[in-house]
């Protein structure tokens, strides 16, 4: 028998909860080891192409679920490629939030003051532009023009997007071929590396389980670079810790299939998902209206016609984040980007009598795509998400050779939620049809169920043992050493785009793990500076660590 | 790479075929064309390569299409009887039903309700695919090619080098009023 190979720390999923966790690890002097099932892709790698098989596959994820799909990243970086780098706070008053529980459910210790320090160190590391107007697409204009005619506010959303690189190609889900987006692959993960961490694509991680010195084992196959349905005998590795963060619809599942070795889980374990409230709805514009109404104009003679113009999202409405609202009535509507390939078979037509998404009318539709605008709508769901028995490996049946595959998520709507989807529904309806700017219906629900590039809440942080899979400091209730820092952790939905709020509470778990790791024996310490060597999000934080690192 | 052999003129390309045709329909290829019902002007799904793409193992769906086939033609024929309709037997009977009757049936097997739904969606996935995005080619190419759905969505061309820029991309000026609670860096207080 060969020895089984070991490391300190042991980070599975190299997205915001694994780069930045893995980045302070092994800067503070862990040996630092990332599985990562996606490929290694960088932007000479990246692809403009809608062809099977180019980058736009081999990183993006789509896993089918029942009554909700989940669209991800799959490539060492994770959501970070593939995402559209907005980066807003979430509001003060989701914090507080309730949910169903009739009690606030994020712990005590963390509000919108408390992780503010935490946003800050993020901000320090990941370069997030304040956009201006002049960075604002048309499509964003629009929207924040419509938005003034109906007397409402608009912000530009602020992006870690370079906007001295930007060319506005909108490719941005194959991954940035100008390192325009400021991924992970551009800060964090290149910190970690050049303290030593080592970075293992292809490698999908299935159990852990425990070792009779306390160290967990983790077991991993090797995928095919080319086939991902493919899949080889791995190995295994021991770890003092383990960090799991292979995203909200990933991390439960390895947990899930780890039980039979590891002992019981928290109940909170596959539970309480939240798809972020999402939910997407499509305007097709009137073009001379918009002229008319909006006055608006660009080059060559037209008013809008820029679908295709753009870097995802760059404008949102936020007058319903009030936190004098009640609960389940409060939500974001920000203009998005959607490409084609996925982002047109679920879009409705107006006043269907036939069918509403396939058909000679949706054929129609088609044609005026470049009039399109997109509002996506993030509104507070009620966590209702369960996920029921992990499939044989990883967490999807894998259909086609990339991308496409079946989960085990089950997501019925609360009552809540429906009514909240429906109350942002028509208000778009009445933003973008007041005046005959536009015709507004909503993404169905009837193809693949709700959809969410926003997966969260499926191991969540909190207070209380029934609700939440992990204490208020990310380690796994019962399995000391077993971290869990990716979107799982984030309790509830946001109410905006939440890779902002993963990032700071990655930050934020960072003093526990070191605590957990000295207590291992890890010579490791806390404090490290930004990836680039900046100090001030470090000296913000300081009053706040030797709580966090408490026994 | 996608096999790109011509569709050989049998019965499962030709049920297949009226089935993309039914999710992204188009105009009749030649005057006998049976498949492509001729709902629509312009090149629908099958133009623009659904059965190309339906073919080609990376979909995950090429080994299940003599089955798609063969299923399809039966849900036409028992759909048929219980709307009292009497189809051409010299063709497919998925083929033989009338444009609307094929909707109303493409309708039942991807409504939320059937037991095979999650199948018939993979199916009209694929064949929208083919048509909003030409999954089966090169995204440049395809342009270049005048696919049929890139050129009726108006999908701008690259640039000579092959990547897209849009250098003129913002109207410029503000355009609301921001919402009174933001922070000094754009964020929701
Ligand atoms: C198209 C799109 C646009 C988006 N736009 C925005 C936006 O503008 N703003 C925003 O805030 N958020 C956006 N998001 C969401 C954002 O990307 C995610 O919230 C974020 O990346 C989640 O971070 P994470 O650490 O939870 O997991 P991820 O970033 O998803 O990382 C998890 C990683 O783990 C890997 N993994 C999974 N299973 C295993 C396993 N078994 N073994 C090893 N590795 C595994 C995955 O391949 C992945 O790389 C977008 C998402 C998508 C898909």
Redesign the pocket.
């Known amino acids: 028998m060969t020895s089984t190979e070991r490391t300190d720390v042991l980070v ?8 930045i966790t893995a980045y302070h690890l092994a800067a503070g002097g862990a040996k630092v080891e990332i ?4 490929p290694w892709l960088t932007a000479k790698d990246f692809e403009q192409d809608f062809m099977l098989g180019s980058s736009y596959t081999r990183i ?2 789509f896993t089918v679920g029942e009554g909700m799909s989940i ?18 706070r979430a509001p003060r008053f989701v914090f507080e939030r309730q949910g169903g529980l009739g009690r606030r459910v994020w712990p005590a210790s963390v509000s919108r003051d408390t992780l503010d320090p935490w946003y800050d160190r993020v901000a320090e590391s990941i370069p997030i532009t304040k956009q201006d107007w002049d960075d604002v697409t048309y499509a964003g204009g629009l929207w924040a023009a419509a938005c003034d005619h109906s007397g409402r506010t608009a912000n530009p959303v602020p ?1 870690a997007v370079d906007r001295n690189r930007c060319t506005n190609c909108n490719w ?2 194959a991954g940035c071929k100008f390192d325009a987006k400021q991924s992970l692959l551009l800060n964090y993960l290149p910190a970690a590396l050049a303290h030593g961490a080592r970075i293992r694509p292809l ?4 159990r852990i389980e425990r070792n009779h010195d306390g160290s967990y084992r983790v077991h ?1 196959d090797l995928i095919d670079e080319e086939d991902y349905r493919i899949r080889s005998a791995g190995g295994a590795i021991d770890a003092k810790i383990v960090v799991l ?7 439960p ?2 947990l899930q299939r780890s039980e039979a070795a590891l002992g019981r889980m928290p109940h909170g374990v596959g539970r309480y998902f939240s798809g972020n409230g999402e939910r997407l709805n499509t305007a097709v514009l009137n073009e001379d209206r918009v002229r008319e109404v909006l006055g608006l104009t660009r080059e060559g003679g037209l008013a809008y016609a820029a679908n295709q113009i753009g870097k ?2 760059t404008v949102a409405n936020w007058d319903r984040l009030d936190g004098s609202l009640p609960e389940f009535t409060r939500y974001s509507l920000e203009q998005l980007y ?1 490409p084609p390939g996925l982002g047109t078979i679920l879009a409705q037509v107006a006043d269907a009598v036939g069918p509403s998404w396939f058909g000679v009318r949706k054929k129609e539709m088609l044609s005026r795509w470049q009039s399109w605008l997109i509002i996506f709508q993030m509104i507070e769901d009620a966590n209702e998400g369960v996920f029921g028995p992990p499939p044989a490996a ?2 999807a049946d894998r259909i086609s050779q990339q991308m496409l595959g079946v989960g085990r998520l089950r997501y019925d709507p609360a009552e809540t939620t429906l009514r909240a989807w429906a109350m942002a529904d028509a208000e778009v309806k009445e933003i973008l049809e007041r005046d005959g700017l536009a015709e507004v219906t909503a993404w169905t629900n009837d193809v693949v169920g709700a959809y969410t ?4 809440s499926s191991c969540r942080i909190g207070d209380d043992p029934a609700t939440s899979a992990l204490d208020d400091r990310n380690e796994l209730r019962g399995h000391p050493g077993i971290f869990v ?4 952790a984030v309790p509830t939905a946001l109410t ?8 700071a509470l ?1 930050e934020r778990a960072v003093p526990g793990i070191v605590r957990a790791a000295r207590e291992r024996g890890v010579e490791v310490t806390y404090g490290a500076p930004a990836p680039d060597g900046a100090t001030s999000g470090r000296r913000g934080v300081a009053e706040l660590v030797p709580t966090l690192m408490r026994k | 790479m996608p096999p790109g052999t011509p569709a050989e003129d049998s019965i499962r390309t030709i049920t297949l075929e009226a089935f993309a045709d039914t999710i992204i329909p188009g105009e009749k290829r030649h005057p006998g064309d049976r498949a492509v019902a001729g709902a629509a002007a312009g090149g629908g799904a099958v133009q623009a390569g659904a059965i190309e793409l339906l073919q080609w193992n990376a979909t995950g769906v090429s080994e299940g299409l003599d089955d798609y086939a063969r299923l399809l033609n039966e849900h036409a024929s028992a759909y048929a009887d219980e709307a009292g309709l009497v189809l051409d037997a010299s063709v497919p009977p998925f083929v033989a039903l009338p444009f609307e009757h094929r909707t109303a049936l493409v309708a039942r097997l991807t409504a939320p309700d059937h037991p095979e739904k999650p199948f018939w969606i993979l199916l009209a996935l694929f064949s929208n695919m083919a048509y909003d995005s030409a999954a089966h080619m090169h995204t440049a190419e395809a342009i270049a090619a005048g696919h049929p759905g890139l050129r009726a969505m108006g999908i701008a061309a690259p640039g000579a080098d092959g990547l897209w820029r849009f250098p003129a991309f913002s109207y410029g000026r503000p355009l609301a009023r921001l919402h009174p609670d933001t922070t000094p860096s754009g964020s929701p207080a």
């Open positions: 599975v999923g190299s997205g915001f909860g694994g780069a599985l990562e099932r996606g993006f994820d669209l991800g990243g799959n490539c060492v970086g994770g959501g970070s490629v593939v995402y559209f780098a907005a980066m807003p992006a941005m889900m490698h999908e991680v299935q991993y963060a292979a995203g909200a619809g990933a991390t599942v390895i995802g999202p959607f990883g967490n590039v926003h997966p969260l820092t990716d979107g799982s905006v785009n939440p890779a902002m709020t993963i990032a990655a």
